[in-house]
């Protein structure tokens, strides 16, 4: 049987597999722009261009990276659920194919969303602040990874090639689970720790916490349920989820960017 967009409209199984592409495309061009340009090139935070306070703050900056990057966790393994339900079409000659050309019409997608909305309309960031030729960055972007990748997926839907069955399903599912944790690993040498604590959770805890990793205080959210903390030896940052900690980045638990400071604000 051979995989066609009709069939993928008519057929439930095939649907669901036509929407994992989607999905995981998306979520992976979410992670590549984060892990990219984010982290590797430091090109900007997601809200680099919003000054108003209290987003002047880099804390702030650091703490939206990493909500951005838990939704591409979100959106990518509601991907991963929809390729397991249509885990039976696996072996459906061109069901590769609609994967593959669905994860590439995702991945510009989201470039696509992310020049249109987060660039020109919303203006909350560009992709090369360092740069005095912003639009051409922009543009540049657009096209290579955002049009490109739409052009992509629309030839290899009407192509008749295989593209290796099983082993490109499973090179498009180690992408995305390598991807997320990739994300979430701040650059070698930053000391910063953010730690979100439990509703409630006692200043003598919290402080007892502190003192267990060695940590210094940089600086705490009004409420005290946000801290920024100073901490030589991450292998002691474990320790904060005995003390009440519900999230500490520059962990085995870390989301997203959380951690990293270099970025211009």
Request: some cysteine.
């Amino acid at each position: 049987m051979t995989v066609r967009q009709s069939d993928a409209r008519m057929i439930p199984e095939l649907r669901s597999l036509g929407w994992a592409g989607y999905l995981l495309g998306f979520g992976l061009g979410g992670f590549f722009d984060g892990i990219l340009l984010h982290q590797i090139l430091q090109w900007h935070h997601l809200l680099s261009l919003v000054t108003r306070p209290p987003f002047q703050d880099i804390r702030v900056q650091i703490l939206a990276d990493g909500l951005f990057h838990l939704l591409m966790y979100v959106i990518a393994f509601i991907g991963l659920w929809k390729l397991w339900k249509a885990r039976h079409q696996f072996g459906a000659v061109g069901g590769d194919r609609l994967l593959l050309a669905n994860a590439a019409t995702g991945f510009g997608a989201w470039h696509i969303l992310d020049g249109v909305l987060s660039h020109w309309l919303l203006g909350i960031h560009r992709v090369r602040l360092d740069s005095d030729k912003l639009l051409f960055w922009d543009l540049l972007w657009f096209v290579v990874f955002g049009v490109a990748f739409v052009v992509l997926g629309w030839w290899l839907r009407r192509s008749d090639a295989s593209f290796g069955g099983r082993g490109g399903v499973a090179a498009l599912v180690l992408a995305v689970l390598a991807g997320g944790p990739v994300a979430a690993l701040p650059p070698p040498g930053v000391d910063t720790v953010m730690v979100f604590y439990k509703p409630g959770t006692r200043p003598a805890t919290v402080f007892a916490g502190i003192e267990a990793v060695d940590g210094r205080i940089l600086w705490s959210s009004p409420a005290g349920d946000v801290w920024a903390l100073d901490v030589k030896d991450k292998e002691k940052t474990a320790l904060l989820y005995r003390h009440g900690a519900w999230m500490v980045s520059n962990s085995a638990l870390a989301v997203g960017c959380l951690a990293w400071t270099s970025a211009r604000s």
